[in-house]
């Protein structure tokens, strides 16, 4: 599975920004996909997932703001992020959680980053 990952930028507080993430290879066997975001100095967190059990999860820091969705035809991932703060700048990165459909092991892919940075 390979992910490419793009839209980050520069923004002022307050603005929005759209990220997403092209996911090619073997992509049946994709059962978990979205965005994952790590600040400088802090550990890398989820942000917006869409999860293996068929739902969709979001960090507390960013329900209400940023949205995850999909587009099955394109094999794209979307993160749409309004009412952006300064504490949400970071590189994000795409993730894709794929699930070996022989041996049922699980393993974690990630695009390569795109840096986010809001502006105070």
């Known amino acids: 599975v390979q992910l490419q990952a793009s839209g980050g930028g520069l923004v002022q507080a307050g603005g929005s920004l759209r990220l997403s993430c092209a996911a090619s290879?073997?992509?049946?066997?994709?059962?978990?996909l979205g965005w994952f975001r790590q600040a400088p100095g802090k550990q890398r967190e989820l942000v917006a997932q869409f999860t293996e059990g068929g739902s969709t999860a979001y960090a507390d820091s960013v329900k209400g703001r940023f949205t995850i969705s999909r587009d099955n035809a394109k094999n794209t991932v979307y993160l749409q992020m309004n009412s952006l703060k300064p504490e949400d700048t970071a590189v994000y990165f795409c993730?894709?959680?794929?699930?070996?459909?022989?041996?049922?092991?699980?393993?974690?892919?990630w695009g390569q980053g795109t840096q986010v940075t809001v502006s105070s």
């Open positions: 993730n894709a959680g794929v699930r070996n459909p022989n041996t049922l092991l699980f393993n974690n892919y």
């Open positions: 290879g073997s992509l049946f066997s994709i059962v978990a």
